[in-house]
């Protein structure tokens, strides 16, 4: 017959490549649906509604001939005027350096921790449940306990010697939230780079050291890019994580402050001066400010992971 002589790859394509039945497909929308419709009540209504609200102006204005009228008017694209004012860039800016200074000390001690987990050692247990404790204390008390440590007559000038007003505004002031945020959300970073060293095989680190290879080389050549997908999931998770921040330094250094105000923080400050057209203009473009940083973040190195993924699959299919 016609199929017994088809190749073995052949017959492999057409029996993957087959349509599932329609009831298959029924089944899977059903069990689909209350998350698809839990998404839209929270997520999307939200979002439409935010995005018609930046449109519009709220309270009391003047029409043409000099009356009072209430209630919402339509204002087209003046809320967005405020998207290039000084306070809105400022706002970005520091969202901006927050998230790359952020991100970049989490991932370079997250590793480390990661490793340091990793060995084999009396006490192992205790130090892995040690590390991830920061990441378990809620924002809102790691603000207050740092705050403290802060203080003119904190911990921190304790040591150090000093006498800076740490959480004052200034250029202090963002290194204390650069520090804090780091201590806190380190430990999340390792955790999932700990996730992707235990499915490395040992095996390979033997071969290495059978073939001569250092620790440093073990480390770049085999380590790395074998963790590579954890981490990038880890870094994308802390970079949208970082560039919503509002309750760490709204807490450690307090609300409009110059020096540690972001995005996030200046939408709260315009929602509860009830000036809720603006705020929502700026969450819009917070929103796609964020789309934007994922979607180049996926594509420039999330298809060489699925390039990668597809290779492997072809090699194993081969192989069978």
Request: hydrophobic share 55%.
């Amino acid at each position: 017959m016609l199929t017994a002589t088809r190749p073995a790859d052949a017959r492999r394509r057409s029996r993957h490549g087959r349509a599932a039945p329609r009831g298959q497909s029924w089944l899977a929308a059903a069990m689909l649906s209350p998350t698809l419709i839990v998404l839209a009540l929270v997520v999307f209504y939200p979002l439409v509604s935010a995005m018609r609200e930046s449109f519009y102006a709220s309270g009391q204005t003047l029409d043409a001939d000099g009356f009072v009228v209430e209630g919402e008017q339509f204002a087209g694209a003046a809320n967005y005027a405020g998207v290039v004012g000084a306070r809105f860039l400022n706002a970005a800016f520091n969202t901006t350096l927050f998230t790359v200074v952020t991100v970049a000390l989490e991932v370079v001690l997250g590793v480390a921790m990661a490793l340091v987990m990793q060995r084999a050692f009396r006490g192992r247990a205790l130090l892995r449940a040690s590390i991830l404790v920061p990441w378990a204390v809620p924002t809102a008390v790691s603000g207050l306990m740092w705050k403290w440590i802060f203080q003119a007559d904190g911990v921190a000038n304790a040591l150090l010697g000093t006498d800076i007003l740490w959480t004052a505004d200034g250029a202090w002031a963002k290194l204390a939230v650069v520090v804090a945020d780091t201590w806190k959300t380190a430990p999340f970073v390792g955790l999932l780079v700990l996730a992707g060293l235990q499915i490395i095989p040992g095996e390979v680190y033997e071969a290495a050291r059978v073939d001569g290879a250092t620790p440093r080389q073990q480390f770049w050549r085999i380590t790395l890019p074998l963790v590579k997908p954890a981490l990038l999931v880890a870094v994308l998770f802390r970079l949208m994580d970082a560039l919503r921040v509002f309750d760490l330094p709204y807490v450690l250094i307090g609300p409009r402050k110059e020096s540690v105000e972001t995005l996030s923080g200046l939408i709260w400050d315009e929602a509860t001066r009830v000036h809720y057209g603006p705020a929502s203009a700026y969450g819009t473009a917070l929103f796609v400010y964020i789309a934007l940083i994922a979607f180049v973040f996926v594509k420039l190195l999330g298809a060489d992971l699925l390039s990668d993924v597809r290779a492997r699959r072809k090699e194993a299919g081969d192989d069978a």
